[in-house]
């Protein structure tokens, strides 16, 4: 038993110090939990495009908005 032990114990020093003072490098994904966005307008949202899991990338439109809302901000 006390050989097993000390095995055991043995293989775990030599596992951490094996790795000690190495860099390691990896690929892979990250994947964003929480984003957050804006419109440079504001209004109430008319239409969703896009549901939760979407991919999104930069310049997607997310939303429409109500355009009379819009309409009667620009004549006034």
Known sequence: MKRVVALG???C???CNNGFGRH????????????????????????????????????DILVRLEAHEAQARVAA
């Not at 939990?33 to 999104?56: F, K, P, Y």
Request: no cysteine; hydrophobic share 40%.
């Open 24 to 59: 390691l490098s990896v690929s892979g994904q990250i994947e964003g939990v929480t984003v957050r966005a804006g419109s440079r307008t504001g209004g109430r949202v008319s239409e969703v495009l896009v549901q939760e899991g979407d991919a999104v990338k930069k310049g």
């Open 9 to 11: 114990l043995l293989t």
């Open 13 to 15: 020093i030599a596992a």
